[in-house]
């Protein structure tokens, strides 16, 4: 079993449509991160957080410590939302520079 | 733009060839990474530079060479793949390895060996 999980691992929706995104981590982390990984390969980082929410544009993260669960919410979706999108976190047990990755959520949106 | 540059964004290889990877950041960082995704597994940490310095290993096999002239360049060099070694190779960088610091990937260079 994967330290961190996603959920789904793909979604379809029409434009238009409220996402969310899940991820689940099994250890102590100091950071959560967000990911979006368009089909050419590049990665960009959406979010950084380590308590509570964080919004930008029409993206919105949350994460609850104590649950160990973090979302990424896209209002409005629009086709160009469509990518994989990556949740990864930093365990504090093995130190501050690696980073462990969630297998991803390929998100399709509709026109 | 992220401001991490990875060259060459495609590479096809047979298995006796050498090849590098190039990495150039331009955002004042000092700590390097190589990460490696192969097709529906997540992402994996290969190598670790801080001030040039390499300060993790994943177990990654010898055939793959990492090299870190400066603190914004980072070089893969390839020899005696083997065609599972066939992936999207990923390039990062952070301001330091603290708690907070946030990496900045490149666009990847995909590999094929055949």
């Known amino acids: 079993k994967n330290e961190v999980e996603q959920s789904p691992q793909n979604l379809t929706a029409q434009e238009g449509e409220f996402i969310t995104i899940n991820c689940s981590y099994s250890v102590g982390i100091s950071a959560l991160h967000w990911l979006q990984q368009h089909p050419g390969g590049g990665i960009v980082s959406l979010f950084m957080l380590s308590s509570g929410k964080k919004k930008h544009g029409r993206l919105i993260a949350t994460i609850n410590i104590q649950e160990k669960h973090s979302s990424l919410h896209i209002t409005a979706s629009h086709p160009r939302d469509s990518a994989v999108y990556i949740c990864a976190v930093r365990p504090i047990i093995q130190g501050a520079q690696k980073l462990v990755f969630g297998q991803g959520t390929r998100l399709t949106i509709n026109p | 733009e992220t401001g991490v540059t990875q060259t060459p964004r495609h590479l096809v290889m047979g298995m006796t060839n050498k090849k590098s990877l190039k990495c150039e950041q331009h955002l004042g960082h000092n700590a390097m990474y190589w990460y490696k995704q192969s097709a529906k597994k997540p992402l994996e940490l290969m190598f670790v530079?801080?001030?040039?310095?390499?300060?993790e290993n994943n177990s990654v096999p010898s055939r793959f060479s990492p090299e870190c002239p400066n603190s914004s360049h980072l070089f893969l060099h390839l020899h005696t793949l083997q065609p599972e070694d066939s992936a999207l190779y990923l390039c990062a960088s952070s301001q330091g390895l603290g708690l907070a610091a946030e990496a900045f990937f490149g666009q990847g260079t995909r590999l094929t060996v055949v």
């Open positions: 530079y801080n001030f040039k310095e390499q300060t």
